[in-house]
């Protein structure tokens, strides 16, 4: 079985700074795709950053130039670094992890999410 837990979330005014990190655990060959997805209330969860194990990276169009995705292969932490923020990146964000067994397959896992609320 394979844990992810989220930390850094918390309430920011607009324009700050938060830094999300997601720590996985448990019994695993690799992390492939490791991201982040973001849930407004009443809304679906949206693709908000992704990155490879080779470092390649992909953004949503509202976060780029104001958001940096990393990862620390070694830890299997991956990290979202946001600045800018606006009241619109408000929601819980959602680490997501695929993750390939010891025996060979490939299963997506996700925490269980962290609170970021943007104030005006």
Known sequence: QVQLVESGGGLVQA????????AASGSFSSIDHMGWYRQAPGKQRDLVATITSGGNTNYADSVKGRST?????????????MNSLKP??????????????????????????TQVTVSS
Not at 15 to 22: E, T
Not at 74 to 80: D, G, M, Q, R, T
Not at 90 to 113: E, F, I, K, L
């Open 15 to 22: 324009g700050g700074s938060l830094r999300l990190s997601c």
């Open 69 to 81: 995705i990393s990862r620390d292969n070694a830890k299997n932490i991956v990290y979202l670094q």
């Open 88 to 113: 619109e990146d408000t929601g819980v964000y959602y680490c997501n992890a695929r993750v390939r067994s010891r025996v060979g397959w490939y299963r997506d896992y996700w925490g269980q999410g």
